[in-house]
């Protein structure tokens, strides 16, 4: 089925097509012209920085980095157009177990480039969904998952995407391979794959100055064809007449970087959770990172070997970031949000919430999980947190919040204002370096329970180091009325003392 054969396909009820005169009817365009489109308005610089002035780029004062919000962005053109290539088939149905029904359909999503620029332009994806017999619920959940392109159908439907239907009652829908990988870039014979893949992307981006070049548009754009295949499906007899008109959706590292733009460009997200992603406000960031580290993080080198995060904290990155930073689009962030992230992530340091969290609109809750790295090692216990914020959401029920406050450096006042079932401070030393990597300190963050003071808050005190540094935050654990499972949220995480020791090294 293509996506014209649906004239209910809801894809066209966004945002965007309050800020362009007529987006829907805009032609199928090849994303190599849609340069053409972004220079309608003139930028300070095009998104082509030379590398070589890059290189010289710190030895010079630069003006602030522009982190105003933006409008009418390639990004809402490339996800509002009408691709030809977008068309899905059912591949099969499954009725095991019998108080649920699974699907396979084979989904095109979209043509990102031509031959030779890439050398598989058609991007493809089984996508599964699983739903209850009598989903009676508009909202569906959307994982937009990785995994290397296949055109194999599943002997099975997934058994945790079934556990999450039957536990939520919902339609919950899979996307695997994003980005569409393996892909070889400008005929180089190189496969590349996950950061290889983006960051050469950002490159080819910048030596052609064509933007469309960069892969985040298209990763995007398979979550938002998958959105529009589920409702069509679903929607048809086959799919047993179910209408959905909302998702919340979620994903891990990319594919949370892609959850979060794409609830920033279509109104059909009611809800996301990202997990193990820190790519809001880019240049504060990566300067946190490097003025931590004085280094960058080898789990990062796909981007720092091409000296991309000097061009992140230039002004000129602004063509770049209006792309793939969420934080420029955080005006449109207003839905309710919940950051799942790694205590010992090797890609971000686990206190770079600062730079962005207090300028969230909305219900925004965030969870650390201690002793973890980026994979967050299989921790159920964190997608339980996320599947009770998404029923909640369903419900429509009051998701509890935390509150805090540090006034003096090593204490932490926290407020809920919802009873907690138990309260702990996690806290982790590296007497050497403000490096909290797993892969540097082990699973060394130690859990102290706290009780409630007279007022009914927590108080978290942890004593200065006498050498390095001490990172600590504060866990609330709470178990709403008629809610499945519990929820886990946390404070952001404290360091203490707090200073960057590389922050006057020139950036490399």
Same mark, same amino acid.
């Given at each position: 089925?293509?996506?014209?054969?649906?004239?209910?396909?809801?894809?066209?009820?966004?945002?965007?097509?309050?800020?362009?005169?007529?987006?829907?009817?805009?032609?199928?365009?090849?994303?190599?012209?849609?340069?053409?489109? !972004?220079?309608?308005?003139?930028?300070?610089?095009?998104?082509?920085?030379?590398?070589?002035?890059?290189?010289?780029?710190?030895?010079?004062?630069?003006?602030?980095?522009?982190?105003?919000?933006?409008?009418?962005?390639?990004?809402?053109?490339?996800?509002?157009?009408?691709?030809?290539?977008?068309?899905?088939?059912?591949?099969?149905?499954?009725?095991?177990?019998?108080?649920?029904?699974?699907?396979?359909?084979?989904?095109?999503?979209?043509?990102?480039?031509?031959?030779?620029?890439?050398?598989?332009?058609? =991007?493809?994806?089984?996508?599964?969904?699983?739903?209850?017999?009598?989903?009676?619920?508009?909202?569906?959940?959307?994982?937009?998952?990785?995994?290397?392109?296949?055109?194999?159908?599943?002997?099975?439907?997934? %058994?945790?995407?079934?556990?999450?239907?039957?536990?939520?009652?919902?339609?919950?829908?899979?996307?695997?391979?994003?980005?569409?990988?393996?892909?070889?870039?400008?005929?180089?014979?190189?496969?590349?794959?996950?950061?290889?893949?983006?960051?050469?992307?950002?490159?080819?981006?910048?030596?052609?100055?064509?933007?469309?070049?960069?892969?985040?548009?298209?990763?995007?754009?398979?979550?938002? %064809?998958?959105?529009?295949?589920?409702?069509?499906?679903?929607?048809?007899?086959?799919?047993?007449?179910?209408?959905?008109?909302?998702?919340?959706?979620?994903?891990?590292?990319?594919?949370? =970087?892609?959850? =979060?733009?794409?609830?920033?460009?279509?109104?059909?997200?009611?809800? *996301?959770?990202?997990?193990?992603?820190?790519?809001?406000?880019?240049?504060?960031?990566?300067?946190?990172?490097?003025?931590?580290?004085?280094? =960058?993080?080898?789990?990062?080198?796909?981007?720092?070997?091409?000296?991309?995060?000097?061009?992140?904290?230039?002004?000129?990155?602004?063509?770049?970031?209006? *792309?793939?930073?969420?934080?420029?689009?955080?005006?449109?962030?207003?839905?309710?949000?919940?950051?799942?992230?790694?205590?010992?992530?090797?890609?971000?340091?686990?206190?770079?919430?600062?730079?962005?969290?207090? /300028?969230?609109?909305?219900?925004?809750?965030?969870?650390?999980?201690?002793?973890?790295?980026?994979?967050?090692?299989?921790?159920?216990?964190?997608?339980?947190?996320?599947?009770?914020?998404?029923?909640?959401?369903?419900?429509?029920?009051?998701?509890?919040?935390?509150?805090?406050?540090?006034?003096?450096?090593?204490?932490?006042?926290?407020?809920?204002?919802?009873?907690? *079932?138990?309260?702990?401070?996690?806290?982790?030393?590296?007497?050497?370096?403000?490096?909290?990597?797993?892969?540097?300190?082990?699973?060394?963050?130690?859990?102290?329970?706290?009780?409630?003071?007279? /007022?009914?808050?927590?108080?978290?005190?942890?004593?200065?180091?006498?050498?390095?540094?001490?990172?600590?935050?504060?866990?609330?654990?709470?178990?709403?009325?008629?809610?499945?499972?519990?929820?886990?949220?946390?404070?952001?995480?404290?360091? !203490?003392?707090? *200073?960057?020791?590389?922050?006057?090294?020139?950036?490399?």
């Amino acid at each position: 089925m293509t996506r014209s054969d649906s004239a209910s396909d809801g894809r066209w009820n966004r945002r965007r097509i309050l800020e362009t005169s007529d987006s829907r009817q805009l032609p199928h365009i090849d994303p190599v012209r849609y340069a053409v489109c !972004i220079r309608r308005k003139p930028m300070r610089t095009r998104i082509a920085l030379l590398l070589a002035v890059l290189v010289h780029a710190h030895a010079h004062a630069q003006p602030p980095v522009d982190n105003s919000t933006v409008s009418d962005t390639l990004l809402d053109r490339y996800t509002a157009r009408r691709d030809a290539h977008f068309a899905w088939t059912l591949e099969k149905t499954w009725t095991d177990p019998p108080d649920l029904v699974g699907y396979a359909l084979n989904l095109t999503s979209q043509a990102w480039r031509d031959e030779p620029d890439v050398d598989h332009p058609i =991007w493809t994806h089984m996508v599964q969904i699983a739903r209850p017999e009598n989903v009676t619920r508009d909202t569906a959940l959307l994982i937009i998952a990785g995994g290397t392109r296949t055109q194999n159908v599943p002997d099975h439907l997934d %058994a945790q995407l079934a556990m999450m239907a039957r536990l939520t009652g919902s339609a919950v829908v899979l996307l695997p391979d994003v980005p569409n990988q393996p892909m070889v870039l400008n005929g180089d014979g190189v496969p590349r794959y996950e950061d290889d893949l983006l960051a050469e992307s950002w490159v080819a981006a910048s030596k052609t100055r064509d933007p469309g070049w960069i892969i985040h548009l298209a990763m995007v754009e398979s979550a938002v %064809a998958a959105m529009d295949a589920a409702q069509q499906f679903l929607a048809s007899d086959a799919g047993g007449g179910v209408s959905i008109k909302h998702f919340v959706v979620s994903g891990a590292s990319k594919r949370g =970087w892609t959850t =979060w733009l794409t609830a920033a460009v279509d109104d059909r997200v009611s809800g *996301i959770v990202p997990f193990v992603i820190d790519t809001l406000n880019l240049p504060a960031t990566m300067k946190h990172h490097w003025g931590a580290y004085g280094f =960058w993080a080898p789990a990062i080198g796909d981007y720092s070997g091409r000296h991309l995060f000097r061009w992140l904290n230039s002004p000129d990155s602004r063509s770049l970031r209006s *792309i793939v930073d969420p934080y420029l689009y955080r005006d449109r962030l207003d839905m309710p949000k919940f950051l799942i992230n790694s205590a010992g992530d090797q890609y971000f340091l686990p206190d770079t919430t600062r730079y962005y969290l207090d /300028d969230l609109p909305g219900i925004t809750r965030l969870r650390i999980v201690p002793n973890t790295n980026h994979s967050l090692g299989r921790n159920l216990d964190a997608v339980q947190s996320a599947l009770a914020f998404y029923t909640a959401l369903l419900d429509n029920r009051p998701i509890p919040a935390l509150s805090w406050r540090s006034d003096t450096p090593g204490v932490l006042r926290v407020t809920a204002d919802t009873d907690p *079932i138990e309260v702990t401070l996690w806290q982790a030393h590296n007497p050497g370096a403000r490096d909290f990597r797993q892969e540097e300190i082990g699973n060394t963050w130690r859990p102290t329970p706290l009780e409630p003071d007279d /007022d009914g808050a927590y108080t978290a005190r942890v004593e200065p180091p006498e050498t390095g540094y001490t990172a600590f935050f504060v866990e609330a654990r709470f178990r709403p009325d008629g809610l499945p499972l519990p929820m886990t949220f946390t404070t952001e995480v404290q360091v !203490i003392p707090d *200073i960057l020791p590389f922050k006057d090294k020139p950036m490399e």
